[in-house]
């Protein structure tokens, strides 16, 4: 079972930006595609952007088209969420997860995740 661990969460004004990382350990990393989701308080637990086995192909949620950027580093067991142009409404624990090809968590077990606060 792969085991992640999500960091690089803070708190941020907005129009700032975050880098988030997530390692992955336990498992052949390359062998998934992998994505970010995020849960707002009081929210359901939702799809941010997602990236390919290989890191050739991404897809993001509408909400932060043109502002995210999901990275992969295979060798590093690592994938990443370049955060710019922050808005309040990004506020929300940021998770990671291997995805389906419906923008579904794949692993039961979903890390701790990582808390993104914007002020506003």
């Known amino acids: 079972q792969v085991q992640l661990v999500e960091s690089g969460g803070g708190l941020v004004q907005a129009g700032g930006s975050l880098r988030l990382s997530c390692a992955a350990s336990?498992?052949?990393?390359?062998?998934?595609?992998m994505g970010w989701f995020r849960q707002a308080p009081g929210k359901e637990r939702e799809f941010v952007a997602g990236?390919?086995?290989?890191?050739?192909?991404?897809n993001c949620a509408d909400s932060v088209k043109g502002r995210f950027t999901i990275s992969r580093d295979n060798a590093k067991n690592t994938v990443y969420l370049q955060m710019n142009s922050l808005k309040f409404e990004d506020t929300a624990v940021y998770y990671c997860?291997?995805?389906?090809?419906?923008?579904?968590?794949?692993?039961?077990?979903w890390g701790q995740g990582t808390l993104v606060t914007v002020s506003s």
């Open positions: 997860n291997a995805v389906n090809g419906r923008n579904q968590g794949v692993f039961n077990a």
């Open positions: 990236i390919s086995r290989s890191g050739s192909n991404t």
């Open positions: 336990g498992g052949t990393f390359s062998m998934y595609a």
